[in-house]
């Protein structure tokens, strides 16, 4: 099945640190998600966009919803211990009253140092 | 409990046999899809329903695999013949589609090995 482009695939970086990883689709979609993977468990929902162009925070977590609808960044701000796990981005072409799959990304590993 | 549950939550399997995964969603939801994550990459959607139809089984990589839902709750993923290549984490996920905009809850998944 098709699967979004997700970049970078791992980061090893420091605690304090700015992260950010970004996903492309050839195609377009209504709604861009970001969710989290803890080694175990399944995927978490970190933050939901539903409008081009939108701009969502959710703590020190920022995502972006690509004008083209094609496209989407996740930054994380002064990463900590905690935000280790695999980050991943779906795409959505959702319809009120219709269940839709979600596309996701390859996901990006993160590792944080001490 | 108030999230998705899967059962088992691991299960090891002999080349050439059927396995049965199963999946309890949220109370309520109406809507339950079935992921397959294999080792190191994302998630690749299988099927899903609503209520207890199947309007999308395009991601079914062959007729050895089937899922039924009945009573618009529990549904149970059926591999039959199970090759290696089948060894993966199954997801399952569950949401409530009347609401204005859909968020699908993921359960912790069922982690199959096929010797």
């Known amino acids: 099945g098709q699967q979004l482009n997700q970049s970078p695939q791992s980061m090893f970086i420091q605690e304090g640190e700015d992260v950010s990883m970004n996903c492309t689709s050839s195609s377009i979609f209504n709604t861009w998600l970001w969710y989290k993977q803890d080694p175990g468990e399944g995927p978490v929902l970190l933050i939901a966009?539903?409008?081009?162009?939108e701009l969502t925070s959710n703590g020190r977590l920022t995502a972006q919803f690509g004008i083209t609808r094609k496209d989407s960044f996740l930054n994380i701000s002064a990463s900590i211990p905690s935000d280790v796990g695999i980050y991943f981005c779906a795409g959505q072409s959702w319809r009120t009253g219709t269940a839709s799959k979600l596309t996701f990304g390859t996901g990006t590993r993160l590792q944080v140092t001490l | 409990g108030a999230g998705v549950s899967q059962s088992p939550s691991n299960k090891v399997t002999e080349k050439g046999k059927d396995v049965e995964l199963r999946c309890d969603p949220i109370?309520?939801?109406?809507?339950l899809y079935w992921y397959r994550q294999s080792l190191g990459q994302g998630l690749e959607f299988l099927i899903y329903?609503?209520?207890?139809?199947?309007?999308?089984k395009s991601g079914l990589p062959s007729d050895r695999f089937s899922a039924e839902r009945t009573g618009g709750s529990v549904s149970t993923l059926t591999i039959q013949r199970t090759q290696q290549e089948d060894s993966a984490v199954y997801l399952c996920?569950?949401?409530?589609?009347?609401?204005?905009?859909?968020?699908?809850?993921f359960g912790p998944g069922t982690r199959l090995l096929v010797l």
């Open positions: 329903f609503q209520g207890n139809s199947a309007p999308d």
């Open positions: 109370s309520g939801h109406t809507a």
């Open positions: 996920a569950s949401s409530y589609v009347p609401a204005r905009q859909e968020t699908q809850y």
């Open positions: 966009l539903y409008k081009a162009g």
